[in-house]
Nanobody
Framework: QVQLIESGGGLVQAGGSLRLSCTSS????????MAWFRQAPGREREFVAS????????VYADCVKDRFSISRDNAKNAVALQMNSLTPEATAVYFC????????????????????WGQGTQVTVSS
């Protein structure tokens, strides 16, 4: 069974930072493109950032570019999302997702790309 477990969420003031982590099991992690998505109440799940198998491709949503950073450690079966300069608009449940792509350079861009999902971790940014 594939498991993706997010951690690191919490409450932070606007302008602050958080680092989310996702650890995986039951998955050949190095074969997976990894991504972070988020979902706020009443909104659809949206793409945040993704990273290909060997980090050769990294993609960010326009709204988080230059503030968020995604990275992975294949030896630890883990992917992280460093979030800086947070705003209240970032308040959401953040989900880790894994995609088994056709191409090793591909990084997920939509929820439909993903084959496996974590349970999510809450991020709340206060004003």
């Amino acid at each position: 069974q594939v498991q993706l477990i997010e951690s690191g969420g919490g409450l932070v003031q606007a302008g602050g930072s958080l680092r989310l982590s996702c650890t995986s099991s039951g998955l050949i992690f190095s074969r997976a493109a990894m991504a972070w998505f988020r979902q706020a109440p009443g909104r659809e799940r949206e793409f945040v950032a993704s990273i290909s198998q060997r980090s050769q491709t990294i993609v960010y949503a326009d709204c988080v570019k230059d503030r968020f950073s995604i990275s992975r450690d294949n030896a630890k079966n883990a992917v992280a999302l460093q979030m800086n300069s947070l705003t209240p608009e970032a308040t959401a449940v953040y989900f880790c997702a894994a995609d088994l792509p056709m191409f090793d350079w591909y990084a997920s861009r939509t929820p439909s790309d993903s084959d496996f999902w974590g349970q999510g971790t809450q991020v709340t940014v206060s004003s």
